[in-house]
């Protein structure tokens, strides 16, 4: 076989290749360049190898097919091979025209494998319709498409180490049961998706590099989606409808000024019990870095944490959902320097969200001038926030909006958060709640209650100089306060003090007092000195 192929390098002699790839056995293909039209596998046997490095077949130009179609093999390995569409010399004139390195369709084929191959020029090029400075739109033409609807479908389809340049989709996959591995892989200048699956039982993308891309599209009951860079995408960096994903420790970065109109980074559409972890996004312009949509009863038990976004400018909510989703935890990320036109950005909606430790600095903005613009905004039922940090810009009466840091209703408890800035601190529905251990600098008001029920109790929450601990229109008992908690050397002399709240004595010893607590509110109130040490 071997002597067979080395006399057919840099000749057209279909016949001989075709007549080796029957044998079904392994081949070695010496290095040289080839120019073949359609190859077809229809017969391989189990753990059939093909080394070819050095190799390059290329698709004579009158030709628009596939340079190889599989239709039957039991297992399938191609090694170092590269493939070339030669799109700029093919007469292609429409989208509905196919030119495919790999293609794959049947019920006959169980495992395929491609490692350290080369993918390139398979399509059309023409300006994306989204983007129309981008000429990135391959309307034809895939590296790798199986792209056949198989009711038993395929085992296992796997890339790994493989460059994809100037096509339409890098890997494309849609079949019932297969399972998708993509690793370590380059995809540069696609028209659509790096890697796009649908009807796929698992996906697992790890390691991968993509520019210019539309993104990653994943449709499937698992997705795993890890330690990939995507940088200019211009459209999503991954999207999934799943039933369970994991998304962790991605990068997502725009560098190119012109682009503007991005839509996702991570999108997570009709799941449940994902994880979103340890991703980091910057300078992000268009929808949203993290979004769970279209999903009535779905992305619940959603995990979102540790995540990083800085310099973005979306306009739908930076980090949140677009339908109802319950049990969802956002917890310790970061944002910095971030703007959102929609008024939010963490947008909650649903119930029995837990919203703890993430941290938001910021900012200047466009935003900033909405009376109603909120970083935390939505509604969650019996939901918690706790341990978060807002920094926006110091409230100064006069033209400065009225804004609020948290704008989330019905929230259960309110605890340990420090909020700097805006001149509500939180300002929603606050029926039935317990706010306790919380730090106000710079606000107007600390709480306000937008209902008139009952039951907003504050326990031990430090308000700073000039801050109004509640503002609203309360009923008997809609507002309770149990003591702010300073340190003094002595008992308050000015300023306005409520029933409750407590001064420790800076310099107490024994037989001075701990510290001093207001039993009548006033200004200064009355106070009482606690017992002496």
Not at 132 to 155: C, E, H, K, L, M
Not at 332 to 342: P, S
Not at 464 to 491: E, I, L
Request: negative net charge.
């Amino acid at each position: 076989v071997e002597a067979k192929l080395s006399e057919s390098v840099s000749v057209l002699d279909f016949v001989t290749i075709q007549q080796a790839i029957d044998s079904g056995q392994n081949l070695l293909w010496p290095p040289g360049d080839y120019s073949e039209s359609t190859l077809n596998i229809t017969t391989a046997n189990n753990d059939t190898v093909w080394s070819a490095y050095g190799a390059k077949l290329t698709l004579p130009s009158e030709t628009n097919a596939s340079q190889f179609i599989i239709t039957g093999t039991e297992r399938l390995t191609i090694f170092g091979m590269e493939l070339d569409g030669n799109g700029a010399n093919q007469s292609l004139t429409t989208p509905a025209e196919t030119s495919n390195g790999i293609a794959v369709s049947g019920d006959n084929v169980r495992d395929i494998t491609v490692r350290d191959m080369y993918f390139h020029d398979f399509g059309l090029p023409t300006r994306d319709s989204e983007n129309p400075t981008r000429a990135t739109d391959y309307n034809s033409g895939s590296g790798f498409i199986q792209a056949s609807d198989s009711s038993v479908g395929i085992d296992r389809l796997t890339a790994t180490n493989c460059v994809f340049e100037n096509v339409y989709i890098g890997f494309g996959v849609r079949g019932t049961g297969t399972k998708v591995t993509v690793s370590n892989c380059w995809f540069k200048h696609l028209g659509r998706n790096p890697v796009r699956t649908k009807r796929t039982e698992q996906v697992f993308i790890d390691g991968c590099y993509s520019e210019d891309t539309r993104g990653y599209e994943s449709h499937c009951d698992y997705l795993k989606f890890t330690n990939n860079h995507s940088k200019n995408d211009y459209r999503h960096g991954v999207s999934g409808g799943v039933d369970f994903a994991n998304i962790i420790g991605n990068t997502f970065i725009n560098t190119d000024g012109t682009l503007t109109n991005q839509v996702y980074a991570i999108e997570i559409g009709l799941s449940s019990s994902c994880r979103v972890i340890g991703n980091y996004c910057k300078d992000w312009a268009g929808t949203s870095f993290i979004k769970m949509t279209d999903a009535a009863n779905g992305s619940d038990s959603t995990v979102i944490d540790s995540n990083v976004a800085e310099g973005c400018r979306t306009t739908d909510g930076l980090i949140g959902a677009s339908n109802s989703q319950d049990r969802v935890t956002i917890s310790n990320n970061i944002v910095h320097d971030c703007t959102d036109t929609a008024r939010g950005i963490f947008k909650i909606d649903g119930e029995n969200w837990d919203i703890h430790g993430n941290k938001i600095t910021y900012l200047t903005g466009a935003a900033l001038t909405d009376i109603d613009f909120a970083p935390f905004q939505g509604g969650s039922v019996g939901g918690s926030f706790s341990d978060n940090t807002i920094v926006m810009p110091t409230y100064v009466a006069g033209p400065d909006p009225l804004r609020s840091a948290v704008q989330i209703s019905d929230l259960s408890r309110i605890n340990n958060n420090t909020i700097k800035g805006s001149y509500l601190g939180f300002n929603a529905r606050l029926n039935n709640c317990i706010g306790t251990g919380n730090i106000f600098e710079g606000t107007v008001n600390a709480f306000k209650n937008t209902d008139t029920g009952e039951g907003l109790v504050l326990i031990s929450n430090n308000f700073g100089a000039g801050v109004t601990p509640y503002d609203g229109t309360p009923v008997d008992g809609a507002a309770v306060f149990v003591g702010k908690t300073h340190s003094r050397n002595s008992a308050p002399t000015d300023g306005d003090w409520l029933r409750h709240d407590k001064v420790w004595n800076t310099l107490a010893s024994g037989g001075s007092p701990m510290g001093w607590i207001c039993t009548v509110a006033g200004t200064p109130g009355t106070w009482t000195a606690m017992p002496n040490l």
